[in-house]
């Protein structure tokens, strides 16, 4: 039985030297009864960020002995996968966030609208940021105590550093942004419309830019198209033949992560839709007139005039996610590590979610060879039949991503790949064993940075804590895991349901699990269908097709409030 909550006491500090005002959330945790009646302080679990990671957790966290209490800056979650289609007004923004407020009072968690700035892993605090200056009295700032902390921020556009990114291109990822790409090409319309202007500078202003050929560059390229031809064309029939949309990747081709056949399509598509797709051009700098790019085989680096760049080349870590990595050793890393249990390495009691770390695969290829190892008992140095057969049963079964990645490559299992290292050998030496698995270590990918990977391992997490006391006594899994530096359950399990690729005019690639493929108008009523059923509530999903419904009769809204 949980106590009501006790009313929280924040403590006022002052800062040396500043003056500045700072408000300490060191309030004493709430507390439980157990069992037996006795009466026992409740572990408090922060968590950082309302997206797609941390709202999983949440709505299927479950355990009243804990104290959770939830940051983050924005006080909504974000239905991304349907941000391109805010770009042009085919969904409107409120249409697909879902207030979390709700959330919170439903399950009892408490919310603070602000910002991680730095996580103190040593004292088990964080210094946290508010939006609104005048909410603190003065100050912005606050510091929270953790006994847990699960940290759920996603990350940030990736620019490679390169120069005028930051300043002239715009991104997609927040809600903020795809009104901004909203308003920013109905206003380039209404600029290229003004009187007096020459054709040049018409051209100018009507060429769109997309930098990056993944998914998210591909859609919006296509919901711009279908804009100009659907929409534009009617509305602004004299600047109409002044449009471009230019689509510039760095690689050989746009959708690298998608089946060869979606690929080829989408490039075809693009072609005959009139999008221009420049591959092997990477963008070396942008000003606020021109974007510079330089081609791969060439090397020549060509200007052109743009009206406005979206930039989507990929992700990169927060700072507070950097800053926190240099404290805990992890400095030299990219993306912050954590194990098979989404717990950070080298630190005590915080896990991490989504886009902002990955499972450290060197330490599952450690693993994998000590299990051959174990099997071998370190005598002969090779493995026979039986023995052989166990430690695949054992790989397979702790490390899913080998099972993936094995599947991928279409080899039923790992045995099929030891035995294109081994030949016809019937006994397998560990340097062949080695060998084989570092072909799996180059080529095997981390998990891709998805909201079907961000929300399963929230909802892995959050059951993980909804049986912590059962399992304390009774670990989950097989005995020969559970080991030192094992975790009481299972190791999170990712399963992948397939992946769309909207390609416009009502035509999407979809491929699904099982090798399977298919591009047309039939993927995208399977994409209508997929993404309402995915949308977090009623609310969201009936403003959602309704919208829809809205652009098939009415068209799309070109006013750029
Ligand atoms: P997010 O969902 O980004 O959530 C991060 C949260 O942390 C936010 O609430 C943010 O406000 C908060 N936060 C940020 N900084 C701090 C801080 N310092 N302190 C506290 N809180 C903080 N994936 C798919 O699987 N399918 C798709 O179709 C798809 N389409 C996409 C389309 C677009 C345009 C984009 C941008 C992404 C798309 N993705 C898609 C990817 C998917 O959105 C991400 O993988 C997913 O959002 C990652 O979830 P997350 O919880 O890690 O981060």
């Given amino acids: 039985k949980a106590y009501p909550s006790a009313s929280k006491l924040l403590l006022l500090s002052t800062c040396s030297g500043g003056g500045l005002l ?34 999983s957790f949440l709505s299927h966290f479950n355990n009243p002995n804990y104290d959770v209490q939830v940051v983050s800056p924005r006080n909504f979650f974000l239905f991304t996968p349907l941000l ?111 009187p007096d202007l020459t054709e040049e500078e018409r051209k100018k202003i009507l060429h769109f830019v997309v930098v990056g050929g993944g998914p998210t560059g591909v859609e919006f390229s296509a919901e711009l198209h279908d804009f100009l031809v659907e929409d534009v064309a009617k509305i602004y029939p004299k600047v109409q033949e002044f449009t471009r949309i230019t689509l510039l990747e760095a690689g050989d081709h746009i959708l690298n992560m998608f089946d060869k056949r979606i690929t080829a399509f989408a490039e075809e598509k693009f072609q005959r839709d009139g999008i221009d797709l420049k591959t092997k051009s990477m963008v070396v700098g942008v000003t606020a007139d021109e974007i510079s790019t330089k081609e791969r085989g060439s090397g020549e680096v060509v200007s052109e005039p743009y009206g406005m760049v979206v930039w989507s080349t990929g992700i990169g870590s927060r700072p507070v996610i950097k800053d926190f990595m240099q404290q805990i050793g992890q400095g030299q890393r990219r993306v912050l590590a954590t194990d098979e249990w989404l717990r950070v390495e080298g630190c005590d009691s915080v896990y991490a979610l989504g886009d902002t770390a990955t499972i450290n695969q060197r330490r599952v290829m450690e693993d994998i060879a000590a299990i051959f190892g174990k099997a071998d008992k370190g005598e002969t140095g090779t493995l026979n039949k039986k023995e052989f057969k166990s430690v695949v049963k054992d790989i397979c079964q702790r490390y899913p991503q080998v099972e993936l990645y094995l599947k991928k490559k279409k080899l039923r299992n790992i045995a099929n790949l030891l035995k294109s290292a081994n030949g016809d050998n019937t006994e397998l030496s560990i340097e062949t064993f080695k060998q084989a698995l570092s072909e799996v270590d180059t080529q095997m990918k981390n998990l891709p940075a998805t909201a079907q990977v961000a929300s399963q391992q929230g909802k ?31 190791p999170f399990r990712y399963r992948h349901f397939g992946s769309f690729a909207p390609l416009g005019r009502e035509q999407t690639a979809a491929e699904l699990p099982g090798d399977w493929v298919s591009i047309g108008h039939s993927s995208q009523w399977l994409w209508y269908s997929v993404y309402a059923s995915k949308l977090v509530s009623w609310r969201t999903r009936s403003l959602v097709v309704s919208d829809w419904v809205r652009r098939f009769i009415f068209g799309r809204d070109s006013s750029s409030i």
């Fill in 84 to 194: 391109p289609s805010v770009t042009n007004g085919t969904v409107e923004a409120r249409s697909i966030v879902e207030p979390i407020r709700g959330l919170m009072r439903k399950k009892g968690f408490e919310y603070t609208e602000a910002e991680c700035v730095k996580i103190d892993p040593s004292n088990k605090k964080i210094h946290c940021k508010s939006k609104d200056s005048t909410s603190l009295k003065g100050t912005t700032e606050f510091d929270m105590d953790y006994d847990i902390l699960v940290i759920a921020v996603g990350a940030k556009p990736n620019t490679f550093n390169t120069p005028g990114v930051e300043e002239h291109a715009h991104f997609l990822k927040e809600a903020d942004d795809a009104l901004k790409i909203r308003r920013s090409v109905i206003n380039c319309f209404e600029r290229a419309s003004l």
């Fill in 460 to 490: 892995y997490l959050a059951k993980c804590f909804n049986k912590m006391e059962k399992c304390e006594n009774k670990p989950e899994g097989p005995l020969r895991f559970r080991g030192e530096g094992r975790h009481r359950f299972q």
């Fill in 22 to 55: 700072m408000y300490s959330d060191s309030s004493p945790s709430k507390r439980t009864l157990t069992a037996d009646g006795q009466e026992i302080k409740k572990k408090k679990v922060v968590v950082l960020g309302s997206g797609w990671s941390g709202y």
